[in-house]
C-alpha cells in the first residue's frame, strides 16, 4: 500500500436522501521524523497543530501503528496508541499527531446524514470519551481497505456502497466496546 491516499468525496441529493454518506476516506503511514500531516489537504480540512481545527462531518480513525496525541475540547491532552479508534466531531476542536519518534499508520472516514446525526446523539458514541481500544483488530483492517477500494474503482452506485461499509465498521467497533465493558463482569461475558 501507498504511504498516503485519500479522497474528498462530493455529496449530492442521492446520497442526502440515502441517511448516511461519505465524505472522505483516507489512509496515511507516517514514519518517523516525518512531518504530519505529509500530504497537502483541502483548506476546510487542514489540520495545523496551534490552532487545531473544526470539522463539519464526523470522522472516525483507526491508529493500526504506531502512537501519537490527541487533544479536542472535552479532552484537551490523550496518548493515543496503535490499535485505538477516534471518533471527531462536528464543529467541536480537535487535534492530533503521530508521535515524532514512532509515527504512526492511520486510517479514516468522514461520514454524515440524518441517519450518521440520529445514531451519533442516541449515545452509541460520544464527544467525552471518543476512544474504543479495540487493538489490531483485522476485521477493521479489512473494512477499512474495503472503503478505500470502492473509492479507488468508484463504480455506479460506490457512494451507497461506502455507507454501508461505513455503517458496518461503526456496528463493529460498537461490538467491540460492548465486550470490553464486560471484561470485569464475569456474569456479563457469559449472557
Same mark, same amino acid.
Given at each position: ?9 462530493? $455529496? ?16 496515511? !503511514?507516517?514514519?518517523? @521524523?516525518?512531518?504530519?500531516? @505529509?500530504? &497537502? ?25 504506531? &502512537? ?6 472535552? #479532552? ?49 458514541? #460520544? ?10 483488530? !483485522? ?40 465486550? !470490553? ?5 464475569? $456474569?456479563?461475558?457469559?449472557?
Amino acid at each position: 500500500m501507498n504511504h498516503t491516499f485519500f479522497k474528498y468525496l462530493k $455529496v449530492g441529493a442521492i446520497e442526502e436522501r440515502w441517511g448516511l454518506y461519505v465524505t472522505s476516506v483516507g489512509y496515511s !503511514k507516517v514514519e518517523p @521524523n516525518q512531518i504530519y500531516p @505529509n500530504e &497537502k489537504h483541502p483548506e476546510s480540512h487542514d489540520l495545523i497543530w496551534p490552532p487545531g481545527r473544526l470539522l463539519p462531518d464526523y470522522s472516525l480513525l483507526f491508529i493500526a501503528r504506531g &502512537k501519537g496525541v490527541f487533544g479536542s475540547k472535552e #479532552n484537551p491532552s490523550s496518548d493515543v496508541e496503535e490499535g485505538t479508534c477516534f471518533f471527531l466531531f462536528p464543529q467541536v476542536w480537535h487535534r492530533y499527531r503521530p508521535d515524532i519518534k514512532r509515527g504512526w499508520e492511520e486510517y479514516w472516514v468522514g461520514f454524515n446524514g440524518y441517519y450518521a446525526q440520529q445514531l451519533m446523539s442516541e449515545g452509541f458514541f #460520544n464527544k467525552e470519551s471518543p476512544f474504543i481500544h479495540i487493538r489490531l483488530n !483485522k476485521d477493521i483492517l479489512i473494512l477499512f481497505r474495503r472503503l478505500l477500494d470502492a473509492v479507488k474503482e468508484s463504480l455506479t452506485g460506490y457512494p451507497q456502497q461506502l455507507a454501508g461499509i461505513t455503517l458496518q465498521l461503526l456496528g463493529l467497533i460498537h461490538t467491540v466496546a460492548l465486550h !470490553k465493558s464486560f471484561d470485569n463482569d464475569p $456474569v456479563g461475558r457469559l449472557i
